[in-house]
T-cell receptor, first 112, second 114 residues
Framework: DAKTTQPPSMDCAEGRAANLPCNHS???????VYWYRQIHSQGPQYIIH???NNETNEMASLIITEDRKSSTLILPHATLRDTAVYYC?????????????FGKGITLSVRP | DAGVTQSPTHLIKTRGQQVTLRCSPK?????VSWYQQALGQGPQFIFQ???????QRGNFPDRFSGHQFPNYSSELNVNALLLGDSALYLC?????????????FGPGTRLLVL
């Protein structure tokens, strides 16, 4: 699976949009981009995933650049409960249920 | 609908002992994956079970073994515990439909080896 690079940390004000970047310059055509988050000492929580089109669900939006070498997870109105470690993961498309390869993620701190 | 459940929530063992952790997958899921998360690190894949067989394995020694039961629940066994085995152990479940499926995680079991 391709490697991802994320800044170690960022913060944003409550109520504002949080834009979390991820670089995956070696991604191949058969790999998805997944995002999970982990609130302190809990299990990772699935947020969203995409292949090449932008995706949106009730939690977040995922914007993937046209060359697919980077992506941005957008939390439109961050709350204090969104403070967590966010993991960007590249996962191959083919085969069944391949493993998730986590990096260190980015720690998002939402300030009041 | 109950999500992925794990037991126990916390466990303290001493070096050399053996431990068994348990996982019940989300309803409708037949594939169980186990991950180890050391403090300050991201989760690392241990292995995955499907149809009661180990289907994939990460870079973990044979001291780590598992089992899956006919009801899809799973156990992770660790023998000859080392101090370095202290970690949060996570179970994730997913359905197997022949293509990539989202894995959903349980709350984890925190193991402390003294």
């Amino acid at each position: 699976d391709a490697k991802t690079t994320q800044p170690p940390s960022m913060d944003c004000a409550e109520g504002r949009a949080a834009n979390l970047p991820c670089n995956h310059s070696t991604i191949s055509g058969n790999e998805y981009v997944y995002w999970y988050r982990q609130i302190h000492s809990q299990g990772p929580q699935y947020i969203i995933h995409g292949l090449k089109n932008n995706e949106t669900n009730e939690m977040a939006s995922l914007i993937i650049t046209e060359d697919r070498k980077s992506s941005t997870l957008i939390l439109p109105h961050a709350t204090l409960r969104d403070t967590a470690v966010y993991y960007c993961i590249v996962r191959r498309l083919t085969g069944a249920n391949s493993k998730l390869t986590f990096g260190k993620g980015i720690t998002l701190s939402v300030r009041p | 609908d109950a999500g992925v459940t794990q037991s126990p929530t916390h466990l303290i063992k001493t070096r050399g002992q053996q431990v068994t952790l348990r996982c019940s997958p989300k309803s409708g899921h037949d594939t169980v994956s186990w991950y180890q998360q050391a403090l300050g690190q991201g989760p690392q894949f241990i292995f995955q079970y499907y149809e009661e067989e180990e289907r994939q394995r990460g870079n973990f020694p044979d001291r780590f073994s598992g089992h899956q039961f006919p009801n899809y629940s799973s156990e992770l066994n660790v023998n000859a515990l080392l101090l370095g085995d202290s970690a949060l152990y996570l179970c994730a479940s997913s359905p197997d439909r022949g293509y990539q499926e989202t894995q959903y995680f349980g709350p984890g079991t925190r193991l402390l080896v003294l």
